[in-house]
């Protein structure tokens, strides 16, 4: 048996009447796990519910293992009544249960790995769709009879969202951040320190920033953000969730997206799209040299991760340009080097 593992951590979390699981909470995830700890979890990797005496004897083992943390952790979820598991995912695989995904999302928003550092094939097909309350996360079949009883009790049960991902702030808050919206960052979401999501900012999971940065618009799923860089208000980044083209989208260290613009390709450094200017990867771009004069047109994708770029559109004849500093002729041959 191998002594390494991908990641490993230990819940507290919510399981519907028939004891399946709603949602999981890591206080304390792990990445790239010691093989002591490997060792003594061996047997920790199936997302079962762990029974009281379970984690106490995981606590010893942990404790044996040099992992003292790990172990205190386990002994308080013996001493709780909720639900706990311990999830040791060996390899980067995609995840098999609700726990395996609320782990992996919880290394993103930990930023232990950033997006597309870890697989998550399959998420949505394993995560619930679940009604997230005042009382915690409730089962969409079980919601009905949880507000009846609520108003038998001269209460109101409140329903803030429907949704298989919850926002991120009810699980972990990185350091360094400001988020005027929670409800607008999901679970999953990666924001590096110093980033400042603003009310219409809107972070997806498995997406974020590497900060600091400020986010005004919206960060679709698969998305990065570089340092320094800017989503103005209404601004979006395309993503591929939804089906469509495979070009990775983000954006490099110190771009600007205008309000109400966006791209729908990679962007490198220092790259400016103007206000309203929405850059597809089929968006005919007349390129310009620098004094101005358009001398070839090219799709926009032909300019993926190309730096020092600003894209505008030209408000007399509607055609959408792009300045560069270096030649025409140079962009030429780089645009068309590999044809």
Known sequence: MTDSAFAFGLGVGTENSKGEWLEVFFPQPLLNPPAALVSAAAECDSGDTLSANKLADLATRLEQAGEAGQAALALRLADSSQPAVAVLLREDAPPANVPEGYLKLHLLSHRLVQPHGTNLDGLFGILPNVAWTN??????????????????????????CVDKFPKMTNYVVPAGVRIAHTAR?????????????MHEGFVNFNAGTEGPGM??????AGVM??????LGGGASTMGTLSGGGK???GMGEGCLVGANGGTGIPLGDRCTIEAGLYLTAGTVVAILDSEGNAVETAKARELAGRSDLLFRRNSRTGAVECLTNRSAVELNEELHAHN
């Open 225 to 230: 953000i570089g340092a320094g860089s800017d």
């Open 185 to 197: 960052v999901r679970l999953g979401a990666y924001l590096g320190e110093g980033t400042t999501v």
């Open 215 to 220: 986010i005004e618009g919206r960060i679709s």
């Open 135 to 160: 009382e915690g996360a409730v089962d969409i079949g079980e919601l009905a009879e949880r507000q009846f009883a609520a108003r038998l009790r001269g209460e109101v049960l409140e329903v803030s």
């Open 247 to 249: 070009l990775v989208n």
